[in-house]
């Protein structure tokens, strides 16, 4: 689990109720917060407007994909590099042929499809279109998720105000009591309130995590096409690494270079 979202959506939300009861001395002033109606107009209002954006089936994949920002990747950069290297050495000591075998004890299925594709022969350039269509299809579903959550920040603070409008309109119909004044503008405030947290307590941050994990996989899917095509072009394994090497950070290339990360000439 990516323990940082987890952490963060957590902090937030405390920060907030401390705020509330830091703020008002007690914490009974919790409920001066809550207000089913302003949720129903607010959060409601909000996923509603979305949905009419989107087909039923990429609504309800846009809601699930808010679990993805805490399920950690798969692989890192340096353990597909590694895996690279040993494919490339396999090859340079059994022939591209081999890679067939060591093709089933691959689980990521984008890097087995490349070397399915060279292993059968299949002319370089083919190979790149072929793999670099599947990547801009991954980033395409990817987008659209990402954008279903944009779509949402933009919604939550709008429909705060409308909620708030809705309020005010209500309490300027009814001001013959000015005692009642204060608590009607304070409860016509509280949708305005829903709708910023909605945006940046949840959609905001879960549009950045998405679009990190999105340009994160976006660069090991490169470099797997990049390192397939120098294994199909003979390249020495070393070659490859160095190649493949820049792709990484500084602390990534450290890892690199610790024990059981050496290549084989």
């Known amino acids: 689990m ?42 409601g209002g909000s996923f509603c407007a979305v949905m009419a954006q989107y087909t039923m089936p990429e609504f ?44 089933t004890e691959l689980e ?29 299809s991954i980033e395409s579903r990817h987008k659209r998720n990402i954008g279903f959550w944009n779509d949402l920040a933009g919604m939550g ?39 910023s947290m909605l945006a940046n307590w949840i959609a905001i941050p879960v549009v950045g995590k998405l679009n990190s994990k999105n340009s994160a996989e976006m660069v090991i899917k490169e470099v797997m096409i990049e390192g397939l095509l120098s294994i199909q072009a003979g390249e020495n394994p070393r070659v490859i690494e160095e190649k493949l090497k820049s792709f990484l950070s500084p602390m990534e290339k450290e890892e690199m270079e610790e024990p059981g990360g050496e290549v084989d000439g």
């Open 60 to 103: 309800i994949r846009g809601v699930k994909s808010f679990t993805l920002i805490f399920k950690m990747s798969e692989f890192d950069l340096p353990e597909v590099i590694h895996k690279i290297i040993d494919l490339s050495n396999i090859a340079r000591k059994e022939g591209l042929l081999a890679l067939e075998e060591a093709s």
């Open 108 to 136: 990521d299925e984008f890097l087995r499809k490349g070397v399915l594709l060279i292993v059968d022969g299949t002319d370089p350039e083919l190979v790149r279109g072929i793999l670099e269509t599947e990547m801009g």
């Open 157 to 195: 603070p709008a429909w705060g105000m409308i909620g708030t409008l809705i309020g005010l309109i209500n309490m300027l119909k009814d001001m013959n009591d000015p005692t009642t004044i204060g608590p009607a503008m304070s409860l016509a405030l509280i949708t305005t309130l829903y709708g």
């Open 2 to 43: 990516d323990i940082a979202s987890l952490i963060g959506i957590i902090l937030c939300f405390g920060m907030v109720i401390f705020g509330i009861i830091s703020g008002a001395g007690n914490v009974g002033a919790l409920g001066n917060f809550v207000d089913p109606g302003s949720v129903l107009i607010t959060i």
